[in-house]
């Protein structure tokens, strides 16, 4: 799933963009320590890496002040950090960014550099390899978030209390992308009419999830399949707030069954 940062990537410009960036906070007294262990060069790689698992927020929301989301031990004040956000905000618009695509791109750019700057500052593992890539240690990295997972026979992961809704996590090895599904059983009593306004009222607005009927050998279901590269690694805390978003958006497909057609799926 593209988002705006994506596009701006390719942009010839962006690199010096952020390069301004890190050079200006770090000339400033207020907020020059915020770069203190993150040079530009890792900040440029995390954001070409990472902008993947960035999941889409409303209007509103890009609207309001960016928050930090980096690791608490070195996390800056609120002033700090809306002083780093307005330097950002200024190259930005220096560099001719539309004024509509600003308040976006400061949230997308702020959530991996918030990201890059725990790495920085960590000193356990934050990433799943790409040799390390597998069923079980992604089972074990869950584990550590507090999420309770399975591994299945087939080798797919199915996730049973820490998050809203339970998903599936699928390894694509000859793709090397991870494979997030949500799935829900629509029982043999629902009517045409039922399925129908459940996906118009689903997808009704441009969001995270987007559901559609499917069946294979058993009753119907709606699903939504998401994918996620790994040949640069796993972040995990990116990874897990993705899963969570992704959780809590299918399991409001519910809201919207006014006859009790659906339920959940177990295989």
Known sequence: MNNLLHTYLTDQKFEKMMSDFHDEVKGSDLVKHYFLAAKKEVILRDLKKYHCYLTPKSDYDYGQQPQPSSNSDIQIPSSQFQEVTQILGNVLRKNKIPMRDVSQLLHEILEIVEETRSQCNE????????????????????????????????KAIRTEKGLPFPIWIYTDYEN??????????????????????????????????????????????????????????????????YLRRFSMDFSQVFNNDENDVLKIATA
């Open 176 to 241: 090397k992308k991870l494979i997030i599904r949500g799935k829900i059983i629509i029982k043999d009593t629902a009517m045409q009419e039922d399925i129908t306004k459940i996906l118009e009222k689903s997808n009704s607005k441009v969001g995270f999830v987007n559901v559609k009927v499917e069946q294979d050998t058993g009753p119907q279901y709606l699903i939504d399949d998401h994918s996620i590269p790994f040949n640069d690694g796993i972040p995990i805390r990116l990874f897990t707030r």
């Open 123 to 154: 000193t356990e593992v934050s990433t799943l390899d790409l040799v390390e890539i597998n069923p079980e240690k992604i089972y074990k990295l869950l584990s550590r978030n507090r999420i309770v997972s399975e591994v299945m026979p087939s």
